[in-house]
T-cell receptor, first 117, second 113 residues
Framework: AQKITQTQPGMFVQEKEAVTLDCTYDTSDQSYGLFWYKQPSSGEMIFLIYQGSYDEQNATEGRYSLNFQKARKSANLVISASQLGDSAMYFCAMREVFSGSARQLTFGSGTQLTVLP | EADIYQTPRYLVIGTGKKITLECSQTMGHDKMYWYQQDPGMELHLIHYSYGVNSTEKGDLSSESTVSRIRTEHFPLTLESARPSHTSQYLC????????????FGPGTRLTVT
């Protein structure tokens, strides 16, 4: 089974509007971390936001917030007030503290976000 | 801004050649990683290291090898490049602890003709 599922291969949003990128995960660990990364066309991976499994509040970083619903195993990324520079590929990733080998990140297949002027 | 560097950024090379992709970080991170990513696809871990003289293979089988002789340096070597090795290779590092994000280098786009 996929550990990280991103069901939206592509998304479009109008500039200045908010957009939600979906991410569901599968783990039997009680302790894990969830990450979102942005990958522009230039190829580098840019860390956006982190949510720990024991964090009671949703993580926020500027225009980014993570809608964490633990019972549903979802960790959706919300981008408010979209900008043209937000156009990129977005990856959700998970690190399992105990069962993940090497505690490395497992990535989803990504969502290509396009912001329209 | 993360201090992790990869060279070369782009490489086109013929089949059978030996290549080394360089990765260096100046943050003193113990953990380092190599990922392989085909265009528009997810990242797959091919190698990782917890520290000097520690290297392990990742989930995705790879014909490449790595070494970790110094904390800051984690080169990846292909002894005999093949067209199937054409991909982007991303190096990353992180501090110890599960809550720390991985910092990525800019990547090397490898094309084997």
């Amino acid at each position: 089974a996929q550990k990280i599922t991103q069901t939206q291969p592509g998304m479009f949003v109008q500039e200045k509007e908010a957009v939600t990128l979906d991410c569901t995960y599968d783990t039997s660990d009680q302790s894990y971390g969830l990450f979102w990364y942005k990958q522009p066309s230039s190829g580098e991976m840019i860390f956006l936001i982190y949510q720990g499994s024991y964090d009671e509040q949703n993580a926020t970083e500027g225009r980014y917030s993570l809608n964490f619903q633990k019972a549903r195993k979802s960790a959706n990324l919300v981008i408010s007030a979209s900008q043209l520079g937000d156009s990129a590929m977005y990856f959700c990733a998970m690190r399992e503290v105990f069962s993940g080998s090497a505690r490395q990140l497992t990535f989803g297949s990504g969502t290509q976000l396009t912001v329209l002027p | 801004e993360a201090d992790i560097y990869q060279t070369p950024r782009y490489l086109v090379i013929g089949t059978g050649k030996k290549i080394t992709l360089e990765c260096s970080q100046t943050m003193g991170h113990d953990k380092m990683y190599w990922y392989q990513q085909d265009p528009g696809m997810e990242l797959h871990l091919i190698h990782y290291s917890y520290g000097v003289n520690s290297t392990e293979k990742g989930d995705l089988s790879s014909e490449s090898t790595v070494s970790r002789i110094r904390t800051e340096h984690f080169p990846l070597t292909l002894e005999s490049a093949r067209p199937s090795h054409t991909s982007q290779y991303l190096c990353a590092s992180s501090e110890r602890g599960s809550s720390y994000e991985q910092y990525f280098g800019p990547g090397t786009r490898l094309t084997v003709t």
